[in-house]
């Protein structure tokens, strides 16, 4: 299984980037996919997930409302619309895939996933 992440950047305060992750090597839409992200010297933590169908997503407090996660199970791709982006979101953002075939419920912590992308930095300044 192979996840490609993409999209991240340099923005300011304010702005909004659109994050991706293209999966290969599993029946991509069989499984659900999180979003996380790790500021250095912090530990990795959860920003949003997706069901494998896409009817339920799950969101951290510190972005509901600011981040949308979505689906497309005809290309293979999971994305992370960012708007109203802080300094605090700065982070190397991954994206991953639920260990469990689906999976409908919440999947907050990071033993849920199995297979991770190789982080896309964004960075947020003020």
């Known amino acids: 299984v192979q996840l490609q992440a993409s999209g991240g950047g340099l923005v300011q305060a304010g702005d909004s980037l659109r994050l991706s992750c293209a999966a290969s090597?599993?029946?991509?839409?069989?499984?659900?996919m999180g979003w996380f992200r790790q500021a250095p010297g912090k530990e990795r933590e959860f920003v949003a997930a997706?069901?494998?169908?896409?009817?339920?997503?799950y969101y951290a407090d510190s972005v509901k409302g600011r981040f949308t996660i979505s689906r497309d199970n005809a290309k293979n791709t999971v994305y992370l619309q960012m708007n109203s982006l802080k300094p605090e979101d700065t982070a190397l953002y991954y994206c991953?895939?639920?260990?469990?075939?689906?999976?409908?419920?919440?999947?907050?912590?990071?033993?849920?996933?199995?297979?991770w992308g190789q982080g896309t930095q964004v960075t947020v300044s003020s």
């Open positions: 991953a895939t639920n260990k469990e075939m689906y999976n409908s419920g919440s999947a907050y912590t990071p033993r849920q996933y199995d297979y």
């Open positions: 997706v069901t494998w169908s896409g009817r339920s997503t």
């Open positions: 090597g599993r029946t991509f839409s069989t499984y659900g």
